[in-house]
């Protein structure tokens, strides 16, 4: 077997020699101790219209906002408003292990609007709402906060545009 070459900087060698950002494997270890909820009931529910006339938004953990809005803090709990016809979004997440690349070739792995309204135009969705919310998806261990608070304050939003619908995009 070969010898290896030394990893770039900020890059380091996995157990099975692969490159990885120096963070991942502590990331990795790090999220798999966190405790995760249980919940007795489900937040899901039917689709109460057919999906053909269902109007859909996104929200996302991608910490998207626009250039004149405040940007997300590290442990931010709180969201962003985005009108659907928003552009130019930037991408505001804290952690440097965070790979942008996949955004800013194109923005839809995150933020799919584009796909949306292609979905829109072909009649398999009933309309684009007219806002979609962001999160920061680098959250303190409960998400106390976001389940408790941000969230429920997200969703009367949602509720209040009517949406039937919602595209969930975890970054």
Same mark, same amino acid.
């Given at each position: 077997?070969?010898?290896?070459?030394?990893?770039?900087?900020? /890059?380091?060698?996995?157990?099975?020699?692969? /490159?990885?950002?120096?963070? =991942?494997?502590?990331?990795? @270890?790090?999220?798999?101790?966190?405790?995760?909820? @249980? *919940?007795?009931?489900?937040?899901?529910?039917?689709?109460?219209?057919?999906?053909?006339?269902?109007?859909?938004?996104?929200?996302?953990?991608?910490?998207?906002?626009?250039?004149? =809005?405040? +940007?997300?803090?590290?442990? =931010?709990?709180?969201?962003?408003? /985005?009108?659907?016809?928003?552009?130019?979004? #930037? #991408?505001?997440?804290?952690?440097? $292990?965070?790979?942008?690349?996949?955004?800013?070739?194109?923005? $839809?792995?995150?933020?799919?609007?584009?796909?949306?309204?292609?979905?829109?135009?072909?009649?398999?969705?009933? @309309?684009?709402? +007219?806002?979609?919310?962001? *999160?920061?998806?680098?959250?303190?261990?409960?998400?106390?906060?976001?389940?408790?608070?941000?969230?429920?304050?997200?969703?009367?939003? /949602?509720?209040?545009?009517?949406?039937?619908?919602? #595209?969930?995009?975890?970054?």
């Amino acid at each position: 077997m070969g010898q290896m070459l030394a990893a770039p900087v900020g /890059l380091c060698r996995s157990r099975t020699g692969r /490159l990885e950002m120096s963070g =991942d494997q502590a990331m990795r @270890e790090l999220a798999a101790s966190l405790p995760v909820p @249980e *919940f007795e009931t489900t937040a899901f529910t039917p689709l109460s219209v057919p999906l053909g006339e269902a109007r859909v938004a996104i929200v996302t953990s991608a910490a998207l906002h626009r250039p004149d =809005d405040d +940007p997300f803090t590290a442990t =931010d709990t709180s969201f962003r408003t /985005l009108a659907a016809e928003d552009r130019d979004l #930037l #991408l505001g997440h804290w952690s440097p $292990n965070f790979d942008r690349v996949g955004y800013t070739i194109d923005p $839809n792995v995150a933020y799919p609007i584009d796909r949306l309204r292609e979905l829109a135009d072909e009649g398999v969705i009933g @309309e684009v709402a +007219p806002r979609h919310f962001s *999160f920061a998806g680098n959250q303190p261990d409960t998400v106390a906060e976001v389940r408790l608070d941000s969230g429920p304050a997200c969703a009367a939003e /949602l509720v209040a545009d009517g949406v039937d619908v919602v #595209l969930l995009t975890p970054v």
